[in-house]
């Protein structure tokens, strides 16, 4: 059974940075996509990020691009996502989610395993 388990959320004042991880385990990390997902109250759930097994061509929402980097560690099983510049607009619980397929995919139906999400508030 693939769980993930996401860590990192908290309290951050706008400008402050946060780094969220997400430890894989019971499946073949190396060979996922992996993606960070963030849902705000009373809004659907997006894309914020995404990663290939591979690490290169990665892919970022418009929102986050400059802001956010994502990138992956296969020996540690982890992915993580290094949100800097972060704004009262980032307030969201953030998840991770794996896909079994090695081309990135932007939509929550394409992704396979997800995780129970983490806090993200930006205070301003």
């Known amino acids: 059974q693939v769980q993930l388990v996401e860590s990192g959320g908290g309290l951050v004042q706008a400008g402050g940075s946060l780094r969220l991880s997400c430890a894989v385990s019971g499946g073949t990390f190396s060979r996922y996509t992996m993606g960070w997902f963030r849902q705000a109250p009373g809004k659907e759930r997006e894309i914020v990020a995404a990663?290939?097994?591979?690490?290169?061509?990665?892919y970022y929402a418009d929102s986050v691009k400059g802001r956010f980097t994502i990138s992956r560690d296969n020996a540690k099983n982890t992915v993580y996502v290094q949100m800097n510049s972060l704004k009262p607009e980032d307030t969201a619980v953030y998840y991770c989610?794996?896909?079994?397929?090695?081309?990135?995919?932007?939509?929550?139906?394409?992704?396979?395993?997800w995780g129970q999400g983490t806090q993200v508030t930006v205070s301003s």
């Open positions: 990663i290939p097994w591979s690490g290169g061509g990665t």
């Open positions: 989610a794996a896909d079994r397929d090695l081309l990135i995919a932007r939509t929550m139906s394409h992704y396979d395993y």
